[in-house]
Structures are given as structure tokens and as C-alpha cells.
């Protein structure tokens, strides 16, 4: 069964202090592995697409990364601003485009 | 480009009564999609439309469930008899046709449904 795999469910951090939020998946063939931020009562705002092992994206303090097995999300510096659910999900071949598979989410504090 | 939007944010309803959403996504994007989230879960895929066709619906979109999108453009859900278990946010999202173009899928910012 495709399952995608966010740890840890909450992440506290002082400001500036670095860190890294992990999402393990299992599917069938990974099509692209996304990353969404969400704030709440907000609907899940677009980061990043990965799409093949070793491939890297950065957006400010924010970089991704893939495995064959795993994504990390790699936060340097974090200020307050950053505080947010974030939000893993796999689109796995052999299914429809439209079946995205999220994981619970990691819901980051950053204390000033 | 105004992104994804929903209508209503926010719908109290009490149980056994028929609710309806709106969602109209981006003007150039012919796919669309329904996710329902419930609280501390991520997003669950329920259906999707290539411009009108409705092309999958998930088991959790049970027979009181409908979407429609006619005319390829805004879609609307409707949930009929609804029960308590039916509480969530319920999202919309929007692609071009190749999810792989930058930006992948857009999300609204949900309509958060709440039975009493």
C-alpha cells in the first residue's frame, strides 16, 4: 500500500537554530514528491516538486532534497515567519495524476 | 491570475441537510481536484475532473457525494444527508495538464465544513 511517512509530528526551534524535517515514502514508482506549507485554516501553499534521487531545490531558508526512499526538507536559520505545518506528499506511477498521497505533516515552532 | 477560489470559507450545517461548494480554479488549468482534510491529517485525495470528465473518485466519496464541473470550469461538491463524521476542510486544487510544470498543484484555502 502507498504510504508517505512525516517525522517528527512536531518540531520546536529557537530562531536561527537549523534543522531538518523528514518524509519517508512507500509507492510504486514515485511520479514527483511535493512539498506544500500550510498555515492554519489556510489551504496547502506550493515549495517544491523533486522528481528524481539526488535532486535538490532551494527557496530561501528552505532546501529539499531526495532519496530513494526519503525527502528531507532542510531549514538553515528559521525565523518565526517560517512557523507552519508542513505537508510531504507522493504521486506514485500507475495511479491517476490527481491522487496525491500526504503525509500527517510536521508542525514547526520557531521561538524568537 | 487570482489562484484557486472557494466558496464558502466556512459552513455550519446541521445533520441530515444537503451543503454545496464552489470551487473555481486557475483559468488556465483544465485539471481540477477535490481533498478533504481533517484535523491533524494531511489532505485525502476524493475525486478529480480533466476539464468536464470526472476521471477517478476515491472510496471515500460515498454515494451521498457529488462533484460535477460542467462546462470544464468552476466545479461545485455537494454532500447530501449530511452526518457528523462529514466535518472537515474540504480543498480544492487545480494543475495544467503536466503536473510536472513548476508549481504542481495550487490549493485554495478550503471550506471548513462543521455538522451539528
Known amino acids: 500500500e502507498d504510504q508517505v511517512t512525516q517525522s517528527p509530528e512536531a518540531l520546536r526551534l529557537q530562531e536561527g537554530e537549523s534543522s531538518s524535517l523528514n518524509c519517508s515514502y512507500t509507492?510504486?514508482?514515485?511520479?514527483?514528491l511535493f512539498w506544500y506549507r500550510q498555515d492554519p485554516g489556510k489551504g496547502p501553499e506550493f515549495l517544491f516538486t523533486?522528481?528524481?534521487a539526488g535532486e535538490e531545490k532551494e527557496k530561501e531558508r528552505l532546501k529539499a532534497t531526495l532519496t530513494k526512499k526519503e525527502s528531507f526538507l532542510h531549514i538553515t536559520a528559521p525565523k518565526p515567519e517560517d512557523s507552519a505545518t508542513y505537508l510531504c506528499?507522493?504521486?506514485?506511477?500507475?495511479?491517476?495524476?490527481?491522487?496525491?498521497?500526504f503525509g500527517k505533516g510536521t508542525k514547526l515552532s520557531v521561538k524568537p | 491570475d487570482t489562484g484557486v477560489s472557494q466558496d464558502p470559507r466556512h459552513k455550519i450545517t446541521k445533520r441530515g441537510q444537503n451543503v454545496t461548494f464552489r470551487c473555481d480554479p486557475i483559468?488556465?488549468?483544465?485539471?481540477l481536484y477535490w481533498y478533504r482534510q481533517t484535523l491533524g491529517q494531511g489532505p485525502e485525495f476524493l475525486t478529480y475532473?480533466?476539464?468536464?470528465?470526472?476521471?477517478?473518485k476515491s472510496r471515500l466519496l460515498s454515494d451521498r457525494f457529488s462533484a460535477e464541473r460542467p462546462k470544464g470550469s468552476f466545479s461545485t461538491l455537494e454532500i447530501q444527508r449530511t452526518e457528523q463524521g462529514d466535518s472537515a476542510m474540504y480543498l480544492c486544487?487545480?494543475?495544467?495538464?503536466?503536473?510536472?510544470?513548476?508549481?504542481?498543484?495550487?490549493f485554495g484555502s478550503g471550506t471548513r465544513l462543521t455538522v451539528v
Open positions: 486544487a487545480s494543475s495544467p495538464e503536466w503536473v510536472g510544470r513548476p508549481g504542481g498543484y495550487t
Open positions: 509507492v510504486s514508482g514515485l511520479r514527483g
Open positions: 523533486l522528481y528524481s
Open positions: 506528499a507522493a504521486l506514485p506511477y500507475g495511479g491517476s495524476q490527481g491522487n496525491l498521497i
Open positions: 483559468s488556465e488549468h483544465n485539471r
Open positions: 475532473f480533466q476539464n468536464e470528465a470526472q476521471l477517478e
